[in-house]
């Protein structure tokens, strides 16, 4: 399963320049964990981070003019960072697998003469295999939309980055002129829109696997826009294989999982009856119109209640254990403030059913989740959490709690990490 090693972020809003992780020429940070937690105080930029994510996978989607204005972002005026000229940059580091050579991703998005956002570069690259040291192997590099694209796997010959930064222009005539076999293997590509990503065309061809791979990964991505209200709507009966962002289809996934996955459903059904009591079965009904209605079982009483009638965080703790029990799981799960409307007794719990996902059986998905509940983050270490705090000139920064050595050593002495956090241990330092 993917997993994104680690990731960089500039002039987003308040994210003017902060990173998670491990990148290529940060050889020496340690990787994101496979289940990260983002803490701060409010309006340090938590949900801003969380937009990130979901603002790089709309730009795959619908290109980066109109991701600017979804969801409420007001335009690229709005979101890059307030003072600053330059492009909103993107840069993440992945691996396919555990054992595959790590690539790397860039994206700079700038704005024409007409005020219009357009893609202003994008890069993949990867290191040669057997390289250690040096700047990695371009197989996709394009400079307003025009550029040039590696096929398969065969990655060639190029300028020694090391000594210059690659420009296009000299690239090419160099590309022309060097009569190297491996240029072959090169197409020189212009984009027909520059305000659509390269990966969204390039990786919809069979000759670009590595492109269409890394295509696939952010599209598979799940970003969790889950409200209790949209899962008391009523929609048309169907079954439905995965969960939606909004979680509005959340009786169409539980009509699938009755008809394909029996089993499955039934351990989810004990897992909730465990932790929220009175619940004994949780099934389909089908209007006389064609709606859905989802209907809940309480030992308690004879008659049922339904989906219109429950709490919101029994619709939370059912839709997020229902995504984790997904048969084809996201490999990126990424919520925000899980905990909103939860029991606090419940969130350890929940904490802990996560990690088993984002740690257990193959296949399972990276999980990233923003709170701000201190019982939420008693169930992490301190390697898993990265704290937000605003800097002196308003912008974000961040830092890892396992870098501050005496929570480590507090956590070490059994002092949970939540707790700490509560009494300004993160927080002030």
């Given at each position: 399963m993917a997993k994104i090693e680690g990731l960089r972020i500039r002039n987003f809003r308040a994210l003017k320049d902060v990173t998670l992780g491990k990148l290529w020429d940060t050889q020496e940070s340690a990787p994101l964990t496979p289940m990260t937690a983002i803490i701060g105080k409010n309006g340090v930029g938590k949900s801003t981070l969380f937009d990130a994510f979901g603002f790089l996978a709309d730009c795959l989607k619908n290109g980066v003019e109109e991701a600017c204005d979804i969801r409420e972002r007001g335009g690229f005026e709005r979101i890059r960072s307030q003072g600053e000229e330059g492009p909103i940059e993107f840069e993440v580091y992945y691996k396919e697998d555990g054992k595959s050579r790590p690539i790397?991703?860039?994206?700079?998005?700038?704005?024409?003469?007409?005020?219009?956002?357009?893609?202003?570069?994008?890069?993949?690259?990867?290191?040669?295999?057997?390289?250690?040291?040096?700047?990695?192997?371009?197989?996709?590099?394009?400079?307003?939309?025009?550029?040039?694209?590696?096929?398969?796997?065969?990655?060639?010959?190029?300028?020694?980055?090391?000594?210059?930064?690659i420009d296009i222009k000299t690239f090419l005539e160099w590309l022309q002129h060097s009569g190297k076999e491996e240029s072959r293997e090169t197409e020189i590509v212009e984009l027909e829109d520059r305000r659509k990503l390269g990966i969204a065309t390039l990786g919809s061809l069979k000759q670009h696997p590595r492109i269409a791979a890394f295509r696939r990964f952010i599209e598979s991505w799940y970003l969790s826009y889950f409200t209790p209200d949209a899962a008391r709507s009523l929609p048309l009966a169907g079954p439905q294989k995965h969960l939606n962002i909004h979680g509005d289809n959340l009786g169409n996934v539980v009509q699938f999982m009755e008809r394909e996955h029996p089993k499955r459903l039934q351990a989810i059904l004990n897992r909730i009856a465990e932790k929220i009591p009175g619940i004994d079965q949780i099934k389909t009904e089908k209007t006389p119109d064609g709606r859905l209605l989802l209907q809940f079982n309480d030992r308690g009483f004879q008659d049922p209640f339904y989906a219109q009638q429950m709490s919101d965080g029994t619709l939370k703790v059912f839709a997020y254990l229902l995504l984790l029990e997904d048969p084809t799981p996201p490999p990126f799960l990424c919520i925000e403030e899980p905990e909103n409307g939860l029991y606090h007794k419940l969130l350890e719990t929940l904490a802990n059913e996560f990690r088993e996902h984002a740690t257990g059986r193959k296949g399972s998905s990276q999980v990233f989740i923003t709170t701000h509940q201190p019982y939420f983050v008693d169930a992490f270490e301190p390697e898993e959490v990265w704290i937000l705090k605003k800097g002196e000139d308003g912008f974000t920064t961040i830092q890892r709690a396992s870098e501050i050595l005496m929570v480590n050593n507090m956590v070490e002495q059994g002092l949970p990490l939540g707790g700490l956090w509560y009494s300004d241990y993160l927080d002030e330092r």
């Open positions: 790397t991703y860039e994206l700079s998005i700038a704005v024409d003469e007409h005020e219009r956002p357009y893609v202003q570069k994008e890069r993949l690259r990867q290191r040669r295999k057997g390289q250690k040291r040096g700047w990695p192997f371009s197989f996709l590099l394009l400079n307003n939309g025009k550029g040039v694209v590696w096929k398969g796997e065969i990655e060639g010959h190029q300028i020694d980055e090391e000594k210059e930064p």
